[in-house]
């Protein structure tokens, strides 16, 4: 028998059967849009009616949409079975934080993940409203919070002017940004991970 069963759908799924366990591969390539929200939800739907437990994303992009990116958030923190994104080249910007909606990040040699400071476009000017990044911030971490990510990092991939740590507390080595360690009065610091001024990516 052979152990690997490969399955074309819609011409741009990828569904293979790895001994007992049925996975889907969807691509996030290139730009993220609108476009792409809706065809990630036709195949989370296959998933689910063909009874698919895995999910992998794999993601090459420079980011896009942030509405497109949250929408597709959204429909892989419901989806019931497991989820993986594999890092191609580049998960940027709106593409880091669909890679922190999944339950594993795996990184292939070389790749990157981060450098998602808002921008009024892909490549355009930053936007420096405050009230903006703060709440791509607390939504990045409330997503990392979800799938069981370092919520500081998540952070760090949108505000340069974030610092996080990896400290020692109570003989627990834990990451954290500064502002989380402001209320901690014992710790011993190990290093600087994403220093201030600088995107983490």
């Known amino acids: ?3 690997f069963k490969y399955l074309i759908f819609s011409l741009t799924f990828l569904s293979l059967n790895l001994w007992a366990e049925e996975i889907l591969v969807l691509p996030v390539k290139e730009v993220i849009d609108l476009g792409l929200s809706a065809f990630i939800n036709r195949g989370i739907k296959y998933a689910e009616q063909n009874n698919i437990s895995t999910l992998i994303l794999e993601i090459d992009t420079p980011g896009g949409r942030v509405d497109a990116a949250d929408i597709i958030c959204e429909q892989l923190l419901k989806f019931k079975g497991e989820t993986i994104s594999f890092v191609v080249n580049w998960a940027w910007s709106a593409g880091s934080m669909i890679a922190l909606a999944t ?3 795996i990184m292939a040699p070389g790749a990157s993940i981060g450098s998602a400071e808002p921008r009024a476009g892909l490549g355009e000017e930053e936007i420096k409203d405050e009230k903006i990044i703060s709440a791509l911030r607390a939504r990045f971490r409330a997503i990392a919070e979800a799938k ?3 919520p500081a990092l998540a952070e760090a991939m949108v505000d340069k002017d974030l ?7 109570n003989g627990k080595t834990a990451i954290l940004t500064a502002d989380d360690l402001t209320s901690l009065k014992n710790y011993k610091q190990i ?4 220093p201030k001024g600088k995107l983490l990516n």
Do not use: A, F, P, Y
């Not at 610092?163 to 507390?169: D, I, M, N, T």
């Not at 290093?191 to 994403?194: A, E, F, L, N, Q």
């Open 191 to 194: 290093k600087i991970i994403s």
């Open 148 to 150: 069981g990510h370092n």
């Open 163 to 169: 610092e996080v740590k990896q400290v020692k507390v």
């Open 1 to 3: 028998m052979n152990k």
């Open 103 to 105: 339950d594993r990040i």
